[in-house]
T-cell receptor, first 113, second 114 residues
Framework: SQQGEEDPQALSIQEGENATMNCSYKTSINNLQWYRQNSGRGLVHLIL?????REKHSGRLRVTLDTSKKSSSLLITASRAADTASYFC?????????????FGTGTRLKVLA | SQTIHQWPATLVQPVGSPLSLECTVE??????LYWYRQAAGRGLQLLFYSVGIGQISSEVPQNLSASRPQDRQFILSSKKLLLSDSGFYLC?????????????FGQGTRLTVV
């Protein structure tokens, strides 16, 4: 089952612009994670934000989490053509004892050089 | 360091034929193991996950099954493939009992049922 929706489904921007992707989820969480997938490849983990955190940075990535709205956003600043990929949010293992990672529907980002 | 191997990379199989996809993890013990399927341009659907040898949780009842015969080996099988089984299959692992940990993915198998 999908955890939730990501918005937008597709995004096309110029190199150097910022890209923002949003994720909504359905259940209470222990953490929320963002992954990147290049076409035809496996997923690569980008960043993890815990449920008691509101914002986290990693290089050009900034993630926010609003547990009251069950939503998260991923901001990629100063985008590059190499950032072209699909980006997925996922809810991670929970304290209820399951070790599942449930993914959203993804945002396809295209960065034009 | 830990690595995950998934094979084959691509597979074309006729309808009604059996399937066996294998995934192995190196450099860790008692990992949690996962099988996902991804339809073209879509998100990931969790099919099976395992927290130990012989322990399989099925998320979506369907034409597929999974087995974990060894600690770091996870196999996805089908006795008779359907056209609807086509897709991109991804194996992943995460550390034993890790709550705030990431999942590590293999490179995937592109299955086309014809």
């Amino acid at each position: 089952s999908q955890q939730g929706e990501e918005d937008p489904q597709a995004l096309s921007i110029q190199e150097g612009e910022n890209a923002t992707m949003n994720c909504s989820y359905k259940t209470s969480i222990n953490n929320l994670q963002w992954y990147r997938q290049n076409s035809g490849r496996g997923l690569v983990h980008l960043i993890l934000i815990r449920s008691n955190e509101r914002e986290k940075h990693s290089g050009r990535l900034r993630v926010t989490l609003d547990t009251s709205k069950k939503s998260s956003s991923l901001l990629i600043t100063a985008s590059r053509a190499a950032d072209t990929a699909s980006y997925f949010c996922a809810t991670g293992p929970s304290t209820s004892g399951t070790y599942k990672y449930i993914f959203g529907t993804g945002t396809r980002l295209k960065v034009l050089a | 360091s830990q690595t995950i191997h998934q094979w084959p990379a691509t597979l074309v199989q006729p309808v009604g034929s059996p399937l066996s996809l294998e995934c192995t993890v190196e450099g860790t013990s008692n990992p949690n193991l996962y099988w996902y399927r991804q339809a073209a341009g879509r998100g990931l659907q969790l099919l099976f996950y395992s927290v130990g040898i012989g322990q399989i949780s099925s998320e979506v009842p369907q034409n597929l099954s999974a087995s974990r015969p060894q600690d770091r080996q996870f196999i996805l099988s089908s006795k008779k493939l359907l056209l609807s089984d086509s897709g991109f299959y991804l194996c992943a692992w995460s550390p034993d009992r890790g709550l705030n940990t990431e999942a590590f993915f293999g490179q995937g198998t592109r299955l086309t049922v014809v």
